[in-house]
């Protein structure tokens, strides 16, 4: 053999061995409890969506980010009232925040549209959560970092580790535009777009994805066509079924309320289309109270027949229950494709 | 026969290396099969090696067409591509590709680095290839111009080790029939009689794969086009080229179900320099790197970084037809 046959052939041997024996590091192994061929990588990697800790927030007049008519995800502990944009969530997923002494964190899929405000202490421990690049039904799958297990956003509970089947709280939490939610709180602080990371949040990440009514990246298990599949719907879950309140169906000109009966629950749903927000409470088996609606006083959008004036927390803000306030509903606003495909036979609302 | 022995060794090693592999998958979005389709056509009954490994870093998240300053998330694509090009005339030519690859994903946050790699048999290319002009004959222009299929003969259901499908763009194929098309030009003695200018075009018609994980799945359809300036040196008995290439690759958005995935696609330009070392007539080989100067991509991506690839070709010419004349006896 010539010389530069020989070097032909370990050359190639350099060139297969340099494919073919580098370090495997693949994740540890793990098992759902739902079916393995339903969880899909969605791509960028664990953390490849970088979760924000702790942001920075300022003041209502400098989010020039802004657009009024930007969604935006509101809490309210007290006087602390804080906005997290979805123009920050498209791009973080998840916000782990500390409000009040409140360990919260502030869940977005952008895929199903869903925001969700979880508690991060989960079974006495505080952790934070961290996106896992997974995706069940497109929508998110966190992560919390004390024990590395997996949790459906959706589902609410942990699908993977040693928390598997356990729930997560949540807690209530406003969406709405940027405008409704400035004239609501002025005082609003709000998720800077200096996030330490570099992004252009000027931009939505997903192309026409949020409007094409067609559009899924990713299978999902139930199709329900009842709806159109972007629709955006205030889905209420009680025993583990869900009825649904299209957003749009509310009136444009007025605040609107909706008492109904779901599963043996008495709901009162509040809300406005024009200005973008459903928000809905339980009300006790024995409330004989009555409720109506509140006009161009926002926060303020009901009040009962004690003379009791409720925000948009259910929060009682004038009259004899003053800092009293309703039970939330467990409940979030998504696109109708997800509630249809995760609370299959959801029910929808028709006055 | 050397030959023939050499590459059954490498298809055992690549047999035994997919064999043994954990998770046998691999990125073929991101396969250079466009951009190493290197050989050009053979002489009649000549059969012509390219063995080519390629190294394509991406490490650059990019918005459009500005640098995000973002270095968490790293993909690096392993390949090794084995051409083998024979001549049935001196005009018809015909090209298989076969190539291996390994694709890697590191995140790094907190100081932790998650590592996910996959690798694979990638798809097949076969092209026929028709030298319309050629410069064999004295002249100064070669044309050659070919079209072929791209076989689906990689996987595209491979999972990680926690049995979850990978992405499409981390799978060892793509599930879809491609066509492919492909042309050469070249102008030799051009300016100066060690100079030459060449132009290498490749487009990929991609087809769809029905069902990727549920949903169809069509990669984006791509160009590229190389303009290759090369200048011959001699030194002592070794000739060398010295290669300058400028690389334009054009990729349309990829489709989940006939809608446009968002944040792939677009435009890039590269400068490649590289160097050809002609040690005989058969045998030579090529160093080459991609420095990307220009990129406009569709929304954020992490895209390439810089590139490596080295070659190796060796060439096998017929035996000389040798006439025997009768011996007359007396």
Redesign the interface.
């Known amino acids: ?1 010539k010389y ?2 020989l070097l ?2 370990v ?3 350099l ?2 061995a ?3 024996c ?11 409890t739902l079916p ?2 339903e ?10 969506i ?1 979760a924000l800790e702790n942001p920075t927030f300022i003041s209502e007049s400098e989010a020039t980010y802004l657009d009024d008519e930007n969604l935006v995800i509101g809490y309210k502990v007290g006087t602390d009232i804080r906005a997290y944009p979805h123009a920050i969530l498209d791009w973080h997923e998840i916000i782990n925040d500390d409000v009040q002494g409140e360990a919260v964190a502030i869940t977005y899929c952008p895929l199903t549209g869903t925001g969700i405000g979880w508690s991060r202490i989960v079974a006495g421990e505080t952790t934070t959560f ?1 996106v896992s ?2 995706l069940y039904n497109s929508n998110l799958i966190p992560y919390d970092r004390a024990t590395d297990s997996d949790w459906s956003q959706m589902l609410l509970e942990s699908i993977s580790g040693t928390r598997s089947n356990q729930s997560i709280e949540t807690f209530p939490v406003v969406e709405t535009t940027w405008a409704t939610w400035k004239k609501m709180y002025p005082t609003t602080k709000v998720v800077s777009d200096n996030t330490g ?4 949040y000027s ?1 939505y ?3 026409d ?1 949020r409007t ?1 009514q ?6 999902i298990t139930n199709y329900d066509t009842r709806l159109p599949f972007k629709q955006r719907v205030h889905g209420v879950i009680v025993n583990g079924t869900a009825k649904v309140y299209p957003v749009s169906d509310f009136s444009n000109s007025a605040v609107e309320i909706i008492t109904d009966e779901f599963e043996g629950s008495q709901l009162l749903i509040v809300g406005h289309s024009a200005e973008n927000f459903v928000t809905s409470f339980q009300l006790a088996v024995d409330d004989n109270n009555t409720y109506t609606a509140v006009q161009d006083q926002l926060p303020v959008i009901f009040e009962d027949a004690l003379g009791n004036q409720y925000d948009v927390f259910g929060e009682v803000v004038s009259g004899p229950a003053v800092g009293e306030r309703l039970s939330p509903t467990i409940s979030f606003i998504g696109y109708w494709f997800a509630w249809g495909t995760f609370y299959e036979g959801a029910e929808i609302y028709t006055p | 026969m ?2 023939f022995l ?1 590459v059954g ?2 298809v055992s ?2 047999t035994l ?1 997919r064999t043994n ?3 046998q998958a691999c990125c073929s979005g991101g396969v250079p099969i466009s951009s190493n389709l290197g050989l050009t056509n053979s002489s009649h009954r000549h059969w012509q090696f390219l ?1 080519t ?1 390629d190294l394509n870093v991406l490490n650059d ?1 990019v ?2 067409e ?1 640098n ?3 270095d ?2 790293k993909r690096t694509t ?3 591509l084995f051409e083998i090009n024979y001549g049935l005339t001196e005009r018809i030519a015909l090209t298989g590709l076969l190539s ?3 694709q ?4 790094t ?2 100081s ?1 680095t ?4 996959a ?1 694979g048999l990638s798809d097949a290319v076969l092209l026929a290839k028709y030298q319309l002009v050629t410069s064999r004959t004295g002249g100064q222009y070669d044309l050659v111009l070919g079209a072929g299929p791209k076989l689906p003969i990689g996987a595209t259901n491979s999972t ?8 499409a ?2 799978q060892a194929g793509t599930g879809s029939w491609d066509a492919v098309f492909w042309s050469y030009a070249a102008r030799n003695a051009f300016i100066w009689p060690n100079f030459s200018v060449g132009l290498i075009s490749t487009y990929r018609l991609t087809g769809t794969n029905s069902n990727y ?3 169809p799945f069509q990669f984006g359809k791509e160009l590229q086009s190389n303009l290759a300036l090369s200048n011959r040196y001699t030194v002592r008995k070794l000739l060398l080229d010295a290669l300058l290439t400028f690389r334009y690759r054009h990729v349309t958005a990829d489709e ?2 006939q ?5 792939t696609g677009g435009q890039w330009v590269y400068v490649v320099p590289g160097m050809q070392f002609n ?2 007539p ?2 030579g ?1 090529r160093f080459s790197g991609d420095i990307p100067l220009y990129r406009k991509l569709v ?2 991506q992490l895209t390439t970084s810089f590139r490596f690839t ?1 070659a ?1 070709q ?1 060439t096998i010419k017929p035996k000389p037809t040798v006439t025997v004349s009768p011996t007359l006896k007396p």
């Open positions: 053999m530069y046959q032909f052939a050359v190639l041997f060139a297969f340099s494919v073919s580098r370090k495997e590091e693949n994740p540890t192994d793990k098992t759902f393995q061929e969880i899909r990588d969605g791509g960028p990697g664990k953390d490849g970088p961290g690049g997974l990371h570099s992004r252009n931009r990440p997903y192309g994805y094409d067609e559009q899924l990246l990713f299978p | 050397k030959v050499l060794l490498l090693m690549g290396w592999s954990y998770a063995a490994y998240l918005d459009n500005s995000l300053n973002d968490s998330r392993h390949s090794t291996l690859v390994r890697e994903r590191e995140v946050t907190f932790n998650e590592f996910t790699s690798q990680n080790n926690s049995e979850l499908l990978l992405p763009d981390m994980g549920g949903l989940v179900a809608n446009d995935v968002a944040n040690f005989s058969a045998f080989t929304g954020t080295f190796l060796y």
